[in-house]
């Protein structure tokens, strides 16, 4: 059974950082791909940023330059760093890997963003 873990979402000021985490066990995050996507109250859930089976990195257009997508292979955590954060990227945040033909979900962390 895949299980993700997120942490690190927090109310913060317009214009602040925050660095999601998204952990599990084995090494599945470090092999499958693995994506950022959030999801805004009324609306539906939508891809932030995602490593590609290729190890390409693609971002959606509204946190290109903003945010960051990593991960750390030693201990299997994927991260995403999100500077300049605004007030509509408010939103519960959720990190997902697609593993045997299955896209597994944790269980979200939520960001908000307010002064």
């Known amino acids: 059974q895949v299980q993700l873990v997120e942490s690190g979402g927090a109310l913060v000021q317009p214009g602040g950082s925050l660095r999601l985490s998204c952990a599990a066990s084995g090494s599945i995050l470090s092999i499958y791909p693995v994506g950022w996507y959030r999801q805004a109250p009324g609306k539906q859930r939508e891809l932030v940023a995602g490593?590609?089976?290729?190890?390409?990195?693609i971002y959606a257009d509204f946190v290109k330059g903003r945010f960051t997508i990593s991960r750390d292979y030693a201990k299997n955590t994927v991260y995403l760093q999100m500077n300049s954060l605004k007030p509509e990227d408010t939103a519960v945040y959720y990190c997902?890997?697609?593993?045997?033909?299955?896209?597994?979900w944790g269980q979200g962390t939520q960001v908000t963003v307010s002064s």
């Open positions: 997902s890997v697609d593993y045997r033909d299955m896209r597994h």
């Open positions: 490593i590609t089976s290729g190890a390409r990195i």
